[in-house]
Every structure is written in structure tokens, then in C-alpha cells.
């Protein structure tokens, strides 16, 4: 299902900027989050922490990065490396999402550029690619580095410097994410979002949060994609 506005949209879009968790795969499908936030968790309490409640009992594995980064660099460092390490290895066992890889085959079809936006580690999303030779089908990676752990969306900062690297005005973009942080650091950007809505409590937030279109499956995005 998709919402009205799709391919006006896309009709003006020249650069694709893909979420990596979500609109390309489940990145926590075999190795699960609630898994890796608990052993994050144990690097701060062996660190002589104790974080609160919301932190320890958390199933986001973000979460504990943000909370590492409240205190010491060395413990940020830290929490940042074993969290890469632990992303990594879910990448390899990610399960693709349905539609895909069909989505940056029509870009790059249709002459459009594919770039990925995205929280997850700039290490993990290559492991991905690697794994399902996709490497020389993105145009750019905008990911976490270390550098960049206190700028994730939705700060605006891995979206402004897709768009940079890509040699775009962000009015000729679009990004394709799965969570309201994802609408609103494309907002803060000045680029056009859509929602992917891969659970039915999704549309009416990504409406409500000013999403440009909305589509459930993103096979629908190809369809659109080829059709403009």
C-alpha cells in the first residue's frame, strides 16, 4: 500500500537515501537486540556503573551508546567499539527485507543515485553489502564513525552530509526510513521523507510527523520508481 503523493515526489527525485535497518534488511533478526543491549549493559555496570532503570532494562541497543556517551570517553569508546563489533556480526546474518534490492536496481535504471543514511555502523553496513554483493551498487555511505556517535539522526548531520557527498540539493532527494527520528532529521536537512511502514501502528505517525508519502512494502517504492 502506498499514499497519495509517491510519484509526484519521485518524479522530481535524482538521489535515493536508504535507512539501513528496515527499508534494506532486519539487521537484528538472528543476533537479537535485547541480546546485545544486555551485553553492552555489562560493559557499564563492570565499569562500576549503574545505570537507570529505562537503561538496563532497554531491548535498543542505542540506548546504551547514548547513555556511554554521558560519561567518559574511554567508556563511550568503549561501549562503541563492542556495540560495532556486535552489529557486524548481525549483519552478516540480516535478513533481507522483501523488495530491496529490487528498489536500488530501479534507481539506478531509472539514473537515480543510492546512497545509505543510517545509525547503524559504517562497518556493519558494509559487512551487509559484502555479504549480499551490493557494494558496488551504493553511491555513498553517511553511517556512524566513532567521530560521528553524538550526531545520529534525528540530528540532522549523516543526512546534510549524504546530500554533500552526492553533490545534491536536498530538495532533489528523498529519504526512505522506518522511524519518526528518521522523518525528522530529513526535515532538519531540508529533504523530503517517506515512511516505511513495516508495522501497522506506523502510517498514521509518519502522517502525522509530515512524511511526504507513506508506502508498507517496498516493493511499492520500485513499482513507483519505474513508473515516473
Not at 46 to 65: K, M, N, Q, S
Not at 108 to 125: E, L, Y
Not at 196 to 213: C, E, L, Q, V, W
Request: charged share 15%.
Amino acid at each position: 500500500m502506498t499514499s497519495g503523493g509517491l510519484g509526484e515526489l519521485l518524479a522530481r527525485t535524482r538521489h535515493v537515501l536508504l535507512d539501513f535497518d528496515g527499508p534494506l534488511c532486519s539487521v537484528f533478526a538472528s543476533i537479537t537486540s535485547t541480546a546485545v543491549a544486555s551485553r553492552l549493559s555489562k560493559i557499564l555496570t563492570g565499569a562500576g556503573i549503574t545505570p537507570p532503570a529505562e537503561v538496563t532494562d532497554t531491548d535498543d541497543p542505542f540506548d546504551l551508546l547514548r547513555y556511554a556517551l554521558t560519561h567518559t570517553p574511554e567508556l563511550a569508546a568503549t561501549v562503541e567499539t563492542a556495540f560495532r563489533a556486535e552489529e557486524v556480526a548481525a549483519a552478516v546474518t540480516a535478513t533481507p527485507t522483501p523488495g530491496a534490492v529490487d528498489t536500488i536496481h530501479a534507481c539506478h535504471d531509472t539514473g537515480r543515485t543510492v546512497a545509505i543514511v543510517s545509525n547503524n555502523s559504517d562497518d556493519a553496513i558494509l559487512a551487509y553489502l559484502t555479504t549480499h554483493h551490493l557494494a558496488d551498487q551504493i553511491d555513498y555511505i553517511s553511517a556512524r564513525t566513532p567521530a560521528d556517535a553524538t550526531r545520529l539522526k534525528p540530528h540532522p548531520h549523516l543526512v546534510t552530509q549524504a546530500t554533500h557527498a552526492l553533490h545534491a540539493q536536498p530538495a532533489t532527494c528523498v529519504l526512505i526510513g522506518d522511524s519518526i527520528t528518521d522523518i525528522h532529521a530529513a526535515h532538519a536537512a531540508g529533504v523530503p521523507a517517506i515512511g516505511y511502514a513495516n508495522k501497522t501502528s506506523k502510517p498514521p505517525r509518519f502522517t502525522d510527523t509530515g512524511a511526504a508519502a507513506v508506502i508498507t512494502r517496498m516493493i511499492d517504492l520500485t513499482t513507483a520508481l519505474r513508473s515516473v
